[in-house]
């Protein structure tokens, strides 16, 4: 189940979506969510005022760009696996193209936090 986004006052949220992570809930000042890097659900924190993440089990935290640096080399390590070694789901939920719409409004949302 999905938490209900307000992407008017928080439209840093879709950035994390578009890149495999499903919010499930919020706590505080935090979103909740399944990590795109384990598929680990509510192990995923998302600081809605400051924008920095927590893995819990990835073992990794950062910024917006360094969320986006990470979620690039993941990608990486999974496309150079061997075909045979990927699964549907896993080259699906990977291999997800964004609209170049999209690309526009991402890029936009970085460069005020830049």
Known sequence: MSVS????????ARIFETHGVEFTSSHGEEFVG???FTGKADKFY???K?????????GMSGNLAKFLEEYAADLGKITKKSPDSLTAEEALKRLEVLSIGDLI???ALLSKFA
């Open 105 to 107: 409004k991402e890029n």
């Open 50 to 58: 400051t924008w920095l993440w927590d893995s819990k089990t990835a």
């Open 34 to 36: 399944t990590c795109p």
């Open 5 to 12: 986004i307000n992407y008017e006052k928080y439209p840093q």
């Open 46 to 48: 998302v600081n809605r």
